[in-house]
């Protein structure tokens, strides 16, 4: 299955971003936008650039005009879509089943919330895609899963609903269980649960899951 990682235009913290990359190979970079000039600075190639550009200047762009393996697009600013979801429908072109977005977390709420409705396009289109920061791992899920606690992003486990509630929802393996509940999409129910076995097991029957693996 191929793969792709997105470096999009948010908070990128360097020294995490440069640490994540060396430690996993990706047929595809990403840059999306602004996420070039981390790209740039730090002299790693992307294999497609995609944008508006009115972050990224045309001084950082203009070194892979031309070129014969990188790919860009280029849209116009006063466009339907942000930088990360043209950069995600990028990766989903290119058959990727696993997507991993750097830069997509930050100070700007609305755009964070854009790139959870991002999550979600991707899961209905058959991917993984992953908002990944130093304190968070974040993705969709509309099936059961498990967790190995040896591979969590972090100390906590944090479930809600999305789109609509979760029925049938039964935890093992961790802190907080339940059985057969359901999970509505207004309150804090499903935060900050802990996984207390090798593995946590997640089942339900009907809904969409946003899964927070986090650590302070």
């Excluded at 045309?58 to 280029?74: D, H, K, N």
């Excluded at 930050?106 to 396009?121: E, I, K, P, W």
């Amino acid at each position: 299955m191929r793969n792709a990682v997105i470096i999009s235009g948010g908070r990128i913290e360097e020294d995490f971003a440069l640490s994540f990359l060396k430690k996993k190979r990706y047929d595809h970079i990403i840059a999306a936008d602004r996420g070039l000039l981390f790209l740039h600075h730090h002299h790693i190639l992307p294999s497609h650039i995609v944008g508006d550009f009115d972050s990224a200047s045309a001084a950082v762009l203009e070194p892979y005009q031309g070129s014969e393996t990188i790919a860009i697009r280029r849209f116009r600013p006063e466009k339907d879509w942000t930088d990360t979801e043209i950069a995600v429908e990028q990766a989903l072109e290119l058959g990727c089943g696993t997507i991993d977005i750097l830069g997509g977390t930050g100070s700007r709420m609305d755009h964070m919330f854009a790139n959870l409705q991002v999550l979600a396009l991707a899961l209905e289109r058959g991917a993984d895609c992953r908002l990944v920061d130093s304190h968070n791992m974040v993705y969709m899920r509309d099936r059961q899963f498990t967790v190995r606690r040896s591979d969590q992003w972090g100390t906590f486990l944090s479930l809600f609903a999305y789109g609509g509630d979760v029925t049938g929802l039964t935890l093992r393996g961790v802190k907080y269980p339940v059985k057969h509940f359901t999970l509505g999409t207004a309150g804090s129910r499903g935060v900050s649960n802990e996984i207390t076995a090798e593995t946590a097991e997640i089942d339900f029957e009907t809904g969409k899951l946003l899964v927070m693996e986090t650590k302070d």
